[in-house]
Nanobody, 124 residues
Framework: QVQLVESGGGLVQAGGSLRLSCAASGRTYSSYAMGWFRQAPGKAREFVARISKSGGTPYYADSVKGRFTISRDNAKNTVYLQMNSLKPEDTAVYYC?????????????????WGQGTQVTVSS
């Protein structure tokens, strides 16, 4: 069992930066690939980024590639999402996700655990 708690969301102007954190409980955290999704009002939840169990092979949605960076610290049971050059269209609730396989953590229906979400609002 893994419990995920996100933090770091907030209001930022376009072009600004935020860093989201997701703290995981459970001794098996390093057994899970981790990812981030987001959901804007009236839209489906969409994949943003994922990282393997060891912290390698990060992968991003085209919409955030070159602006967002995912990383993890297995000693702290935490995964991060550094978001730079933010745009108004990045406004959404951001969710942390965990899955046993790297492939599954980027597929909505295959995620094993979800966090509660943190709001990110980018003003123009």
């Amino acid at each position: 069992q893994v419990q995920l708690v996100e933090s770091g969301g907030g209001l930022v102007q376009a072009g600004g930066s935020l860093r989201l954190s997701c703290a995981a409980s459970g001794r098996t955290y390093s057994s899970y690939a981790m990812g981030w999704f987001r959901q804007a009002p009236g839209k489906a939840r969409e994949f943003v980024a994922r990282i393997s169990k060891s912290g390698g092979t990060p992968y991003y949605a085209d919409s955030v590639k070159g602006r967002f960076t995912i990383s993890r610290d297995n000693a702290k049971n935490t995964v991060y999402l550094q978001m730079n050059s933010l745009k108004p269209e990045d406004t959404a609730v951001y969710y942390c996700a965990a899955a046993y396989s790297t492939a599954n953590v980027q597929t909505y229906n295959s995620v094993d655990y979800w966090g509660q979400g943190t709001q990110v609002t980018v003003s123009s």
